[in-house]
Each structure stands twice: as structure tokens, then as C-alpha cells.
């Protein structure tokens, strides 16, 4: 069974602050997705990572997939309160993903 | 593009009645179906996977004689839970892969939240 751990599991920021969050795992994933969701909604797809050591940027937003393709990073910067929302990533293998637990973050004015 | 819709958004039904909810890609093919189960703060766990004119795969521990999964079409998957009770109250989300990529991107729906009293 693959599993990816996600961390910090609660991020609770002011604005203007940076924050990284974690995924690690024992397995190698043909790919790594990120997803934001908000209450009430499903998860919208971020970014998709295949390529080991890939670093992708979304506006605020920096996606890295490791060397080894079995972790990944989400770095926000200066995070706004619009940021808040629950973010998950999910290595893909085969045609499943594999979630991660969550970072629920919130990002106070 | 990539869009999936889900309905309904929300509903609430008598304990013992069957819901049936549906989830559609509305503009690309979809070659799987995901029908995922989430309780509030928590990530997603996968019930099963269905593929257009077969069987769908469940998940260990999910009963395939109670949450009833068809795949009618490559644009349209249903989830019929069967005898509901207060404990298969949840917020239940599908996904769809589209049929021409290959890197496991998966597209959500807005999720529909079932309540059974």
C-alpha cells in the first residue's frame, strides 16, 4: 500500500507570511498532483509534477517534485487570506491516487 | 475546459431510501470515474473506481451491494447508495481522468452532501 504523508496537518498564518508544505513517501509516483479545496467544494486541480527535481510556478505558488520522484513541496509566498482552503497532494501510480491527509491552512488578514 | 458536474449538490432523505447521484464530464471523454467519500477536515478516501462498460472496483471494506456504481457512458458515472442510514451521511465527490492524457490528473466534481435522518 502506498502512502504519502502530508505535513504540517493545520497551518494557521498572518498574511505576508511564507509557508512550505510537505509530502513524503517510500513509494516513487509516475506523477504528483496538487489540489486546493474549499468548504463545501471538491478539490481544483493546482499543478501536475513528472518530471524528478521538476519545479513548476503557479503566480505566489512554487511546486517541486524530488530528485527520486517519491516527495513534493508547496511553497506559497506572502500568502493572503484568499489562500486559505484545505491543499492535498496525490501521487499518481498506475490509474489511483494516493492522497495525503491534508494541510488545512489559514491565512489571517 | 475539464469540467465535471455533479448532481445533486445536496439531500437529505428518509433512512432506508435509496439516493442516486450523478457525475458527468461535460466537456471531454472520460476514461475512469472515481467516486470519492469525505468527512469534514479529512482528505478524501476512494470507494471505487469505474470504467465506461464494465464492472467498477471497490475498495476494501466498501460494500459493492450497497453503494451501486454505473458507467453508462465515457461522459457519465452514477452512484446509487442503496438503503441509506444516518452513518452513510457523508460528502461524496466524483472524479474523471480524460481519456487522452496519461498522467493520473484526475478532475473533481463540486461534490454532492448526503443526509439521511
Request: hydrophobic fraction near 35%; include cysteine; charged fraction near 15%.
Amino acid at each position: 500500500t502506498q502512502l504519502l504523508e502530508q505535513s504540517p496537518q493545520f497551518l494557521s498564518i498572518q498574511e505576508g507570511e511564507n509557508l512550505t508544505v510537505y509530502c513524503n513517501s517510500s513509494s516513487v509516483f509516475s506523477s504528483l498532483q496538487w489540489y486546493r479545496q474549499e468548504p463545501g467544494e471538491g478539490p481544483v486541480l493546482l499543478v501536475t509534477v513528472v518530471t524528478g527535481g521538476e519545479v513548476k510556478k503557479l503566480k505566489r505558488l512554487t511546486f517541486q517534485f524530488g530528485d527520486a520522484r517519491k516527495d513534493s513541496s508547496l511553497h506559497i509566498t506572502a500568502a493572503q487570506p484568499g489562500d486559505t482552503g484545505l491543499y492535498l497532494c496525490a501521487g499518481g501510480s498506475n490509474y489511483k491516487l494516493t492522497f495525503g491527509k491534508g494541510t488545512l491552512l489559514t491565512v489571517n488578514p | 475546459g475539464a469540467v465535471v458536474s455533479q448532481h445533486p449538490s445536496w439531500v437529505i432523505c428518509k433512512s432506508g431510501t435509496s439516493v442516486k447521484i450523478e457525475c458527468r464530464s461535460l466537456d471531454f471523454q472520460a476514461t475512469t470515474m472515481f467516486w470519492y467519500r469525505q468527512f469534514p477536515k479529512q482528505s478524501l478516501m476512494l470507494m471505487a473506481t469505474s470504467n465506461e462498460g464494465s464492472k467498477a472496483t471497490y475498495e476494501q471494506g466498501v460494500e459493492k451491494d450497497k453503494f451501486l456504481i454505473n458507467h453508462a457512458s465515457l461522459t457519465l458515472s452514477t452512484l446509487t447508495v442503496t438503503s441509506a442510514h444516518p452513518e452513510d451521511s457523508s460528502f461524496y465527490i466524483c472524479s474523471a481522468q480524460i481519456l487522452e492524457r496519461s498522467y493520473n490528473e484526475q478532475f473533481f466534481g463540486p461534490g454532492t452532501r448526503l443526509t439521511v435522518l
